[in-house]
Every structure is written in C-alpha cells, then in structure tokens.
C-alpha cells in the first residue's frame, strides 16, 4: 500500500512577505535551520512515508530549487522507475491548469492516490497514518490540519484528481484546496488533525519566529529524529572550528564555519566565519556569510554571502528582524 | 575497456593491530579520523582530486565497513562510467584460494584488473595515512625524470628514521639504496609507501616475485631491492607537507590534536582539496545554554550541553550537562552522562558514558575507552562506594 501514493508539491508560492529572502529563489528554497532548504521538509516527509514518484510544481526564479533538488540523488529519487519530476509553470495559471499541462504525467502513474502539498510547512510527519485513515473512512478528500486549521496537504484518488482537472471549466475550481472548501460540494471530505510540531513559513516574521523556535530543545526533537531523518543536498564541509576565543551558546551551528566570537541564541549555517570580539545575538547567519571582528549584530537576517566588515552594528527588533540581502557588503558607514 | 593513463592500487587489508579494539570490527583504512572522516578518505580523496578517477581498492581484514563505506565510490566523484572505484578482496580460483600474503602478492593477484585499462603507469597507495598529496604532479617527476620506479619520500627527525624504509639517494634523488628500518640511517628520506611504476616493468617484476618462492611478497622486502639489484631506475620524489602513519592509539590521537593545533599544515578547509567522506545526514550540532565549546572541532549532530576544551568531537555526540571533555577524541554517537570528567582519551563510538564517570589519564599514552573498560571502571567505582 505504501508504494501507492503519488506526491506533488506545489512550489508555485509567490514571495509575498517573504521579501528580500524570496528576491533571487523559489519560497521552496530558502534556507532553513542550519543547513536545509525549505523544501526539504515535505520532501523528506513524503520518502519517509514512501513515497517514490514526487512531482514539483515550481515557478520562477527556480534555478536555485532546481540547483538543490538536482536528480533527487539525496533523497534517493533518483530512480529509474518513478522518481523526482520537474513541472516548471507559468505564474499566472492555477494549480489545475498547471496539472492540466501535464497530464501525461498523471495519466502514466500507476499510483491510486495522490498527496499534494504546500511547499513551505515545516514539519516532520508520516503521512501513512493519513492515508489509512483516508481508506478506512472511504474519504473524496482528507485534509491535514493543525490544531484545527488546513495545512495546505490533501490527500485524494488519483482518479478524482484527474476528475478536478478534466471538469476545472464545469466547476471553477482552480485547486484541490477550491474543492475541499466548497460547502455546496458532494463530496465526503475527512480531516486528519497532526498534533507534533508544525509551522507554515509564509512572512519573514514566520521565518524568523519558527527559526528561533527551533533553539527549544522539545520543538528541535519533534523535527529532527534518527527515524524519519530530513534529508538535504549533501556539501563536503569539514566539521566545525572553534576557537580558544570563542563563545557560543543556545544555538545551531552547521558544519564548515570558523567561529572566533561570542553567539548566543542564533542559527549560524554552513561555512559562516564569525571573526574575534563579534557578539552575535538572536540572528539568523546564512552559508558562507563572514563576519569581520568586533562587530555587533542583533536579530539581524543574513542571507547567503553577506560580508560584514570590522566594527559594524546592526539591529533589528524581535518583532522586525533586520534582513541583509545575498552578497551584500556591510560596512561601519552603513550601518552607523 | 577505454584505456586509461595510471590506475591507482589503494592497499586497505590492513589489520592494524596496534589500534587494538578500535581495529577490532573495521579494517584500518575505515577508522575514523578528524570529526567526520575515515583515513581512507585522505587517498580517495587525494585520487580525485588529482584526476586519477580509476582506482582499485584491495580489501581482505574485516571488510564489512569498509565495503558498504566505499559503495560505488559517488561520496568521492568516483562513480564514473569508465573506471571509478572497484573493490578487489581475495578471490578463489578453480585450485585454491589466494589470500593476499603480501602487498605484492595482492596486486599480483589483480594484474587483469589492471591490464584491462592498459595503463602506463600504476600509482600503489596504502589506506593507512594521513595527508594531502597531489599524484599528478608526482606522475609528472616520473615522467619528466624516465624513471621504472619513483617513490614518494618525505624527511622524518633522524632519531625516528630508524622506524621508517628508508631510501639513500644521489644528489639527483636516485636512490641508491633502501633500507627497512635500519638500525643507523644514513639517510632521513622515508619511505611514505606511494609508488609510481611503469606498468610493463611492474608487471614483470610481480610475475617474478610470484615465481620466487623465497620472496614474502612485499614491495618494500623484495620488490624494490630486486629492481635495485638489476640497476632499474628508480627515483626518490620529496614530498613537502603533513604526512602521519596513524597505525597506534597515541599516534591517531596526536593526528587528530594536530587538526587543532597544525592547521596550517593540516587544513580540512582549503576549498581547492577538499577531502570527502560519506555524509552521516544529521541536524546541525545544538550547543545548549550552558555550553563551552573552546578550541575543538565539533561535526554535525551533536547536542552539546557540557564542556568541551581541545578535542575533536564526531558526528552524533552528546554531552550532558556539566560534563568537561578535554585533550579527547569522542567518536561517533557516543554519548557522555552528566557530571563526567574526561581527559586525554579516546571515546569508543557508539559508546555510554555513564554520569560522573572520572576518567584522567596523566600517562604519556593514550586511553582507549572502551565499553569493557568501563564495565570494568564501574564495577571498581561501586566496590569503592561500598567500602
């Protein structure tokens, strides 16, 4: 039965409030804890819970998605039979539009069911239990919530799938979502409530709080276990480097990053040197960022490759985080 | 098969005994080493990064962990359409079975290995060292000196050399002589067991060996003092750099503390020679409110709450609250309890280290902990309390 599920995410998400960190990618590929993307997680949900045909929906900007997904190689999607597809799609069109276009692909997948997903939720969930329950109360559609409210992740027949797509014109739906929320509908819609630790990332304020949420070390464990692991694009960093200086505590630190400084409360990604006498507090570090000496940052975001010179302070709020864009240069004029 | 210009030989049958228990279950090559890698990295490594991308590796000792390490070679770009990565472990043949007795007799018993890339050269390596070397710019001093045989070479302190192969050259590196641990070293050239051959000289003279029933099949004892003796040209190259046996307990742990104390000569963060392992797939390391973390090396995975001063810390570890580490190697998953106190020793992986375990070794040799020397600590810890 587990084979039997087919995925599809939807990572056709506009950046909305995602601001600055969505400028260059897909929502689906920021950077996420330490050394993930967000994609990452309902990708690695579905192969834990089987599935082995995951069909994405991305629109542009994708090639940083398209960079970190690759031949699905790291989540053991790259398969000879099934595997990990491409949808590239048009903004403009709606999800079923989008599925319309590609047809063919659903048509040839023997797959029975279908688990489509947003692609920015944050979670680590085995969707087998939903989908028992999406047979054993012989569900039309079966929605995952939490704590009450939709997720975004359904769960339908393949077949009903293709129906929505077919009658799209008759019924003017324009996603599963459209389906499931209409009242006058006939079909038998069913709810699988998940109780673990869930967030959906859809502002930089979400980011930011579910990031921070992260240092907790009881939300940190319902992500991050030996038996349902996330799996991400794997880098050759060596371990990571600290020094006698250094100071570092409450926080996330990947691997490759040279730390010469004090950090507290932070998560600091792969490769990010923090130089001598820097205090880092409450921020969020990207890959390959470094950081000169004596600096002073506070709830400050970094994206990828930011250079931040000697002596330089910058401080956002808890409530309003401090972006810095990818590759930009932080220097004392700036930020005095 | 499409022809290839040299084949690497990588020799990892080693037991490795002097590692003792940490040699118990896994061939030498696959020890640990530096918070996240195994030795055998270093030459796979060093291979694909020198454009060598067709290399044989000999198993025999304990191969479980090396075999399913290795894989198809992908952790080291060494998944290629032609050549890549193969294992060679001993094989039986229609009379007997062949087990490898020497290193000579063990490429003796791969020649079709070899012969089906049609090579002109063969560059035989060891998996039982640390460093980074660039072959190709070795193959090129072999070329450019004619020479049948070059051998790498690196100056060791001469109160060591007795230890080491060592070779006695001429003004224009061609050595003269060899020497196997010789008790008064004219020379501090050691040998660092990388060889470049020609393969048709390599071939004939390996069909010799076999042939030779006094020879002990090793290239060291026999194969380079008959090619020495015939008046072949063999050539010394000086190797500049980090270069560490780690065949003992103290000397991997020395290998180890040099990645926090010779960065310069032992970077694992020069972007340009990266070296590479199988990725272990876990969560960036959590270091807890409590945490100090002062001149270490710290790999993914690990949930750090206690103290750790000068070590170097595997993937997976855990350290509970007001634990001190120190001057230690933590291998993976193993796991430290609350209140301990550890100083100069090497941590088994997957071992559980139970609370308030004080373990202080002032010895000038290194301490393997291990899950028997614990049963054994506790026993004697709960005999003291009840006395």
């Given at each position: ?336 | ?322 634990a ?12 430290i309890g609350r209140g301990s106190s550890l ?9 559980e280290v139970p609370d308030h375990t004080v373990i202080h ?6 301490l393997?902990i291990?899950e028997a020397f614990l049963a054994e600590y506790t026993q004697e810890r709960t005999k003291m309390e009840e006395a």
């Amino acid at each position: 039965m587990k084979k039997s599920m087919l995925g599809v995410i939807d990572a056709t998400m506009l950046p909305g409030e995602m601001g600055e960190l969505a400028i260059h990618r897909s929502p689906a590929a920021i950077p996420f804890a330490g050394r993930y993307r967000l994609v990452d997680f309902v990708l690695s949900n579905m192969v834990n819970s089987g599935i082995q045909s995951v069909a994405i929906f991305p629109c542009s900007p994708y090639r940083s998605l398209i960079d970190h997904l690759g031949s699905g190689k790291d989540w053991d999607l790259n398969r000879k039979r099934d595997g990990l597809f491409f949808f590239p799609a048009q903004i403009k069109e709606d999800q079923l539009s989008r599925m319309a276009e590609n047809i063919d692909y659903f048509e040839r997948s023997e797959q029975k069911f279908v688990l489509i997903s947003s692609c920015t939720t944050v979670a680590n969930i085995d969707f087998v239990p939903a989908l028992e329950r999406f047979i054993n109360q012989k569900c039309d559609l079966l929605e995952i919530t939490h704590k009450g409210e939709s997720t975004c992740t359904y769960i339908l027949s393949l077949h009903l799938l293709m129906d929505l797509i077919k009658n799209r014109n008759e019924t003017g739906y324009t996603s599963v979502q459209d389906a499931v929320n209409d009242q006058h509908s006939s079909f038998t819609i069913c709810q699988y409530e998940y109780n673990g630790f869930l967030q959906r990332i859809r502002s930089i304020k979400d980011y930011y709080k579910t990031s921070m949420e992260l240092l907790e070390k009881d939300k940190w464990s319902q992500l991050f276990n030996e038996f349902q692991p996330i799996f991400t694009k794997v880098k050759d960093e060596p371990p990571t480097k600290y020094t006698s200086n250094s100071s570092v505590t409450n926080s996330m630190i990947a691997n490759g990053c040279n730390i010469e400084g004090e950090v507290n409360h932070s998560i600091v990604f792969r490769a990010v040197h923090i130089g001598k006498g820097s205090t880092v507090q409450n921020c969020i570090v990207m890959q390959k960022t470094k950081i000169g000496s004596n600096c002073v940052l506070e709830h400050v975001i970094f994206d990828k490759d930011v250079i931040v010179e000697d002596g330089a302070v910058l401080r956002g709020t808890p409530e309003q985080p401090l972006v810095v864009k990818k590759g930009s240069v932080e220097s004392v004029v700036a930020s005095s | 098969m499409a022809k290839q210009k040299c084949v690497a030989m990588l020799l990892a049958g080693g037991k490795g005994s002097r590692l003792k228990e940490l040699t118990e279950k896994l061939a030498k090559p696959a020890v640990p080493f530096g918070g996240k890698y195994r030795i055998i990295d270093f030459p796979l490594s060093n291979c694909a990064n020198s454009g060598i991308h067709t290399v044989g590796v000999l198993t025999q000792y304990q191969p479980l962990v090396l075999n399913s390490y290795i894989g198809i070679g992908s952790a080291w770009d060494l998944d290629r359409r032609t050549g890549g990565v193969t294992v060679l472990p001993p094989y039986s043949e229609s009379s007997e079975v062949k087990w490898y007795s020497g290193t000579a007799s063990a490429i003796y018993q791969n020649l079709n290995y070899i012969s089906q890339y049609d090579p002109e050269y063969v560059l035989i390596l060891s998996g039982d060292h640390i460093y980074k070397m660039n072959y190709d710019t070795m193959l090129d001093f072999h070329i450019e000196k004619q020479a049948d045989v070059t051998i790498s070479v690196i100056e060791v302190p001469w109160d060591e050399a007795s230890r080491f192969g060592i070779m006695n050259t001429d003004e224009h590196y061609n050595v003269t002589r060899f020497d196997e641990k010789p008790e008064k070293p004219e020379s501090n050239l050691a040998s660092m067991g990388i060889y470049i051959f020609k393969w048709s000289v390599l071939r004939d003279y390996l069909e010799m060996d076999e042939n030779n029933p006094d020879s002990s099949n090793d290239f060291g004892k026999d194969v380079i003092p008959a090619m020495l003796a015939d008046e072949l040209k063999l050539v010394a190259y000086p190797f500049q750099g980090y270069w560490k046996d780690v065949g003992t307990v103290k000397s991997l742990w020395e290998a180890n503390m040099d990645l926090l104390d010779q960065e310069q000569d032992l970077n694992m963060f020069e972007h340009s020679w990266r070296i590479y392992s199988v990725n272990p797939n876990q969560p960036p390391q959590i270091l807890g409110t409590e945490a100090i973390v002062k001149h270490s090396l710290v790999n993914e995975g690990c949930v750090i709450d206690g103290e750790i001063n000068h070590s170097v810390m595997f993937q997976g570890v855990e350290v509970g609250p007001n634990a001190v580490v120190k001057d230690c190697v933590v291998m993976p998953n193993a796991r430290i309890g609350r209140g301990s106190s550890l100083e100069r020793v090497i941590i088994m992986g997957d071992l559980e280290v139970p609370d308030h375990t004080v373990i202080h070794n002032d010895s000038d040799e290194i301490l393997l902990i291990t899950e028997a020397f614990l049963a054994e600590y506790t026993q004697e810890r709960t005999k003291m309390e009840e006395a």
